[in-house]
């Protein structure tokens, strides 16, 4: 059920994705036809308050993008954004700070209890979404990062006048929304089971994905048997809920398909594979002196780094507390965040996995090809989807900073037309001084007063324009 105050837009789009396109990959990231985008807006525009003139079920709207990005159009048409510009600033200090991720959230909700209350009941409603969308992210790709990079730029975001603090502040905008999804609580009730909420996708979708685990756990399984022998320390390496990290780990997610992760090889073996490799490479492996535990390998300054990846009640870390369910969680997190949150002198991301899939294909022959190249496969689908994802960002900024731009222009030809005006204005009081009693030449001269404050203030206006003030 939704509060009041909740527009009819944000309701019926909430409503179509949460019954329909929960395991809808890419929902939120990928676009409809704009044309149907636009038909909904309107039918919207046309519904006022109404919500039976809106069926969610109705086949002109068969493809669900086109409710996700109805909601996004409204967000991003908005006059005020979500977070207003009054607070601009302090949101972008809340989450500027070096504290932890949970002290940065108890900041941010500080400055949202600040916000209008019909501001906070929508936040409250979008937020509540959007962790449910995350929930499916092993189905729908979308873990709360993906979905922090498509939300930040829109809910958030500077006065149109100060355009150049969007683009340098996105990766706060980002990390704002990512936060307030990770650390949220949003409406939950205390004693409700959240497996009780979520969407249960249709049995068809759910036989393909279970199908599609199991293909990827077989693979490498013909000619010569698995390109990594099983181990049984790697196997409990899953989980099926959003972790603290913010990623949101495949369901039985097997740690032996990653392709950073190389099994039991040795030190010797692990240091000859980063040779001439730039920084920011990495490997993982099984640890030889404590079993259980794995070693990150990383690429720094030229040099090889070792990290000891504890592990302690199923969670992994690198250091007292441990707060990763799961090595894949772990390292997929500083793929996106920088290592200095652990240890300052490595400033610097997991940027580029040494790929066993790469080394394998070096030997495969004939039989082990086909699983090799589907494997690669997979791969690069990740990484596509990534960085489309990065791309519909920059499109939406870019169209935003159009708009702004066009509106920036209409000002300065506005303020040009004025100045126009009042330069005629001023023309005319010139060739009436001499025409005039000199009770009138008295109030003209006033008045040519008033018309040069004028001018100057249209001149000073044109001249901040010029410079992009």
Known sequence: LFRSGVPLVIKKCIEAVEKRGLSTEGIYRLSASQTDVNNLKQLFDCAMNDSNRVNVDDPR??????????LKLFFREL???????????????AVSVSVSDSQKY????????????????????????LILVAKNGSMNKMPS??????????????????VMKSIANSSSHIALIEILLNHGKWDQDEGEDETDSLY??????????????????????????PLLKPSPKGRGDSVSSVSSSGSVSSESFDLQDAPWFWGSISREEATEKFRDM???TFLVRESTRSPGEYTLT????????????????????????LTFHSVYDLIMYY????????????????SNPVSKFDAADQMGDGGDDVNILIQKLWTATDNFDQKNAEFLVEEDRFERIQHELALHAKKQLAQNEVLQILSEQQQLQEQMMSHVTAVDRIKLSENKSFVWQRIASCQDNIRKMKRGN
């Open 298 to 321: 990383v690429r720094k300054g030229g040099m090889n780094k070792l990290i000891r990846i504890q592990r302690d009640n199923n969670l992994y870390g690198f250091s007292i507390p």
């Open 335 to 350: 793929r996106r965040h920088s290592m200095a949150s652990y240890n300052p002198s490595l400033n610097l991301c997991l």
């Open 61 to 70: 709207w068969s493809d669900i993008n086109a409710f996700s990005g109805c």
């Open 278 to 280: 730039p920084d920011g």
């Open 200 to 225: 249960e996708p249709p049995a068809d979708v759910l036989a393909r994905h279970k199908a599609l685990r199991e293909q990827k756990r077989a693979l490498g399984a013909g000619g010569r048997g």
């Open 106 to 129: 108890s900041r941010i909700m500080e400055v949202v209890s600040r916000l209008p209350e019909k501001n906070q009941i929508v936040l409250n409603v979008l937020m509540s979404h």
């Open 145 to 162: 990062h993906n979905l922090a990079v498509v939300f930040g730029p829109t809910l958030i975001r500077p006065k149109p006048e100060d």
């Open 79 to 93: 006059p005020t954004p979500l977070f207003t510009y009054n607070l601009y600033d302090a949101f972008l200090s």
